[in-house]
């Protein structure tokens, strides 16, 4: 079975710090790709950045990068220099390629991130 | 380009009454898909439309959930009747692609649905 795990339901960051937050994940797919989206207090999903189970270096985007560490299944997202607009509630989230009938996200709990000023 | 739009943004509704939520994907989007958070909880996937089919509606909890989606358009959530523990957030989400593993599922804002 797939899961993902995000093990800090909460995190404070100073601003300007960097900050990581955890998601291990499970699959016994071969082949899957892996996701973080951000939700403000607005309510919308953002999506942040994407890591593939085959991609040979770290994705970045921007402030945002994910340490991906293949043979301890974690995906840990990394914000460098923090923002007050970071505060956010963050979800990881996993796709797997053959056990999956149509392309369904399977998400963790989330960890909301306060950034203080 | 317009996002994935969803209607209401909150529904609040007595236990045993009927709900009907809405979601307009991103134009040209045949995948859809709704998902649901109840609170504290993660975001569990519900059901996915290739345009107006069912692909997988394996994560619908009881058949008291009917997801439609006329013309392969918009879509619609009913849930009836309702009960407490249907209370949280409904997502819905379209993509372009299915396939793979990379693509994008594009997010609508949500609504909320609290059940008294």
């Known amino acids: 079975a797939q899961k993902i795990t995000q093990t800090q339901p909460g995190m404070f960051v100073q601003e300007k710090e960097a900050v990581t937050l955890d998601c291990t994940y499970d699959?016994?797919?071969?082949?899957?790709?892996l996701f973080w989206y951000k939700q403000p207090s607005s309510g919308e999903m953002i999506f942040l950045i994407y890591?593939?189970?085959?991609?040979?270096q770290n994705a970045t985007e921007g402030r945002y990068s994910l340490n991906f560490q293949k043979a301890r299944k974690s995906a840990n997202l990394v914000i460098s220099a923090s923002q007050l607009g970071d505060s956010a509630m963050y979800f990881c989230?996993?796709?797997?390629?053959?056990?999956?009938?149509?392309?369904?996200?399977?998400f963790g709990q989330g960890t909301e991130l306060s950034v203080k000023p | 380009e317009a996002g994935v739009t969803q209607f209401p943004s909150h529904s609040v509704i007595e236990k045993g009454q009927t709900v009907t939520l809405r979601c307009d994907p991103i134009?040209?989007?045949?995948?859809l898909y709704w998902y649901r958070r109840v609170m504290g909880k993660e975001i569990k996937f519900l059901l996915h439309?290739?345009?107006?089919?069912?692909?997988?509606e394996s994560g619908m909890p009881n058949n008291r959930f009917l997801a439609e989606r006329t013309g392969g358009t918009y879509s619609t959530l009913k849930v009836q009747p309702a009960e407490l523990e249907d209370s949280g957030v409904y997502f819905c989400?379209?993509?372009?692609?299915?396939?793979?593993?990379?693509?994008?599922?594009?997010f609508g804002p949500g609504t909320r649905l609290t059940v008294t």
């Open positions: 989230a996993m796709r797997a390629r053959f056990d999956n009938q149509g392309g369904k996200l399977i």
């Open positions: 989400a379209s993509s372009q692609d299915w396939g793979g593993v990379s693509y994008e599922q594009y």
């Open positions: 134009s040209g989007h045949d995948n």
């Open positions: 439309f290739v345009k107006e089919s069912k692909q997988d």
């Open positions: 699959t016994s797919d071969p082949s899957y790709g």
């Open positions: 890591q593939g189970s085959y991609d040979q």
